[in-house]
């Protein structure tokens, strides 16, 4: 019996993430050739979906794939919330290999047990930036006032209170589509969907802040992973692996080739010195160590170089 295997996202299809989806479906479709056939919706918003329908989409079986934020899964996984604190992530090689490890097996086991999800592969969502319509933001005094949309995240928008902005939590499609209107003056993302969403034609200012860096959870209905043969869970496994390999790979290298692509003219990129990235830093500490207490402390010793 031929298998329907659909994967979900939520970005255009020039997106690492997009990219690396294909490639896992490319990968899994070698390995089984017929016996599986494999549709990757590139974006459930083209749909008239917001992405917040991804995850639910996977556990009900409408979809067996998706990729999404750790953000959305760190309420059943709390120590995901480690990756919502700002500043502590200093390098993509000591994130991984914590992901890779102990840290991102003891998140991936609340998942299993507390969701109908699986978790097969941490991405790379890329150190998070600020951009906005209204001025050049250098220190915190230049956030105050200024409406910022961020992810759904609780602990975000504490994080953008203690900086001085007015946070506005909502889903990227409804981002997407009032960008250009009121509502929102700033925005956090990586450079990659700063681009990729078109942020850059309504922000001048794009401030390369990197509070915080973000993963992506590839996850697949566990009942479905069960349910398939050996063999096609021994593919699924390898593809997953080689998907994640590569989706880091791209976003390693795309921070550099949208900085190429940014005009000048458009959008003034500002770049921190550390004297001035050390007063973020400092404002945002009181969420820091409020956080500390909650968290079992072992978890900020993954994020030690």
């Known amino acids: 019996m031929k298998l329907d295997i659909r994967f979900g996202g939520y ?15 490319e990968r899994l ?14 974006s459930i918003l083209k749909l008239g979906r917001p992405s917040g329908d991804l995850v639910p989409m996977v556990e009900r079986g409408e979809l067996s794939f998706c990729y999404m ?17 700002p500043f502590l992530v200093k390098d993509r090689r000591t994130v991984f290999r914590a992901l890779d490890g102990e840290y991102g097996e003891r998140a991936a086991g609340h998942v299993a047990e507390r969701t109908p999800c699986r978790l097969l592969g941490y991405w790379d969502n890329g150190f ?13 005094d230049d956030c105050r006032g200024i409406r910022i949309r961020t992810q759904t995240s609780d602990l975000h928008g504490e994080v953008f209170r203690a900086l001085g902005f007015e946070p506005i939590a909502s889903d990227v499609k409804e981002f997407v589509e009032q960008i250009g209107g009121d509502r929102f ?13 078109g942020v850059h034609r ?33 593919a ?30 458009a959008n003034d990129v500002i770049r921190l010195t550390d004297s001035e990235r050390g007063a973020f830093i400092r404002a945002v500490q009181p969420v820091v160590e409020k956080y500390r207490k909650q968290l079992d402390a072992k978890l900020f010793a993954y994020l030690e170089a």
């Open 69 to 85: 934020s750790t953000v959305r899964f760190s309420r059943s996984a709390p120590d995901l919330q480690l990756l919502e604190l």
């Open 202 to 234: 309504h922000h001048r200012y794009i401030t390369l802040s990197g509070h915080f860096w973000g993963a992506s959870a590839l996850v697949c209905n566990a009942a479905h992973y069960r349910s398939w043969p050996a063999e096609v869970r021994a």
């Open 29 to 42: 479709t070698q390995a089984l050739g017929e016996r599986v056939g494999f549709e990757l919706i590139g």
């Open 128 to 140: 998070r930036h600020l951009s906005n319509r209204v001025r050049p933001i250098r220190r915190p």
């Open 11 to 25: 970005q255009e299809p020039a997106s690492i993430h997009n990219r690396a989806a294909a490639r896992f479906g």
């Open 185 to 197: 003056q700033a925005q956090d993302n990586p450079l990659t969907n700063i681009y990729n969403f």
């Open 236 to 265: 699924v496994d390898v593809a997953a692996r080689e998907a994640t390999a590569y989706q880091r790979q791209l976003a390693a290298a795309e921070d550099d080739e949208i900085m190429a692509k940014l005009d000048p003219a």
